[in-house]
């Protein structure tokens, strides 16, 4: 591994005892044949479980572990966000703690950012192997209903396994549910977004953090707000100037 950070792999963490140390280690088995310095963010969100037990015993055996332990339980954005704004890597993924999303995906991901700046991962196709019939339905609608409000046309936009430059992030806003509209959000920046498809397991141990109404209702509410940011948000173009050498504002 080389000195410099090209990579960081940030990962939010509520109660996911079980699967730290086997989703650390396929980590380190899609990264390393890449050769590459890269970092492994995990962002506690304050588990009542050992997950931070299990963080602090594999950090003292691997010093690219770093790990954060939020002091109360925020909620998935706000540990993404933390782990996000800790990033030091040219480059960050993100992507769950569960396993559901697979590491041998990272180097497609490195790929295809060649050309753009922020790549989504699709759950479409792979989707029926990690979860339930309920699930990909909901799925289904809210993905159609998020394309229609928002006028887009992400076919998995709360997928939250992504690649994208750093600098994607430094303009984003950050609200609690924003993970299910990143794409969104980073286009609103005037970030290129592409999609690529994923593999997709069922949860390696424990159980999902969500049912059905506090996805979908939360989601709803977000969901307006972001499509005042696409109309609302001000967006200029300075045409000439005046004795502002070097200035690009
Ligand atoms: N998560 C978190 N804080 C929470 C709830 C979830 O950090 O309050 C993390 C969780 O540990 C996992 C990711 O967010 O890494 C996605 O959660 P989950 O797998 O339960 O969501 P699902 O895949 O069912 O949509
Ligand atoms: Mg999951």
């Known amino acids: 591994m080389t000195d410099t950070i090209t990579l960081s792999i940030v990962v939010p963490c509520y109660n996911e005892e079980g699967n730290l140390a086997p989703l650390v280690n396929a980590i380190r088995e899609a990264v390393e044949p890449l050769k590459l310095g890269y970092e492994i963010i995990i962002v506690d969100d304050f588990s009542t479980d050992k997950s ?37 890597g040219q480059f960050i993924a993100t992507l769950d703690a569960d396993l559901q999303n697979d590491p041998k995906d990272l180097p497609k991901f490195l790929e295809s950012l060649k050309h753009c700046d922020c790549v989504s991962g699709s759950r479409i196709k792979s ?22 409000i928002t006028r887009e046309n992400v076919s998995d936009s709360a997928c939250s396994y992504r690649v994208f430059k750093r600098e994607c992030a430094g303009h984003l806003k950050f609200f609690k549910g924003m993970h299910r509209f990143l794409p969104t959000l980073f286009k609103i920046e005037g970030y290129r977004v592409a999609e690529i498809p994923v593999s997709h397991h069922a949860r390696f141990t424990g159980k999902s ?36 050498p070097g200035d690009n504002q």
């Open 209 to 244: 953090h969500y049912g059905i109404w506090n996805r979908l209702f939360a989601s709803s509410w977000d969901l307006f707000a972001v499509r005042w940011m696409q109309k609302r948000m001000i967006r200029y173009q300075v045409r000439e100037r005046i004795n502002f």
């Open 127 to 148: 989707r029926a192997q990690g979860d339930s019939l309920i699930r990909r339905l909901s799925s289904k609608i809210a993905n159609s209903v998020r394309n229609k």
């Open 52 to 88: 931070w037990e299990i963080l602090q015993t594999l950090g003292a055996r691997d010093p690219s572990i770093c790990a954060r332990r939020l002091e109360k339980n925020c909620g998935q954005s706000a540990a993404l966000w933390a782990g996000i704004q800790a990033a030091r």
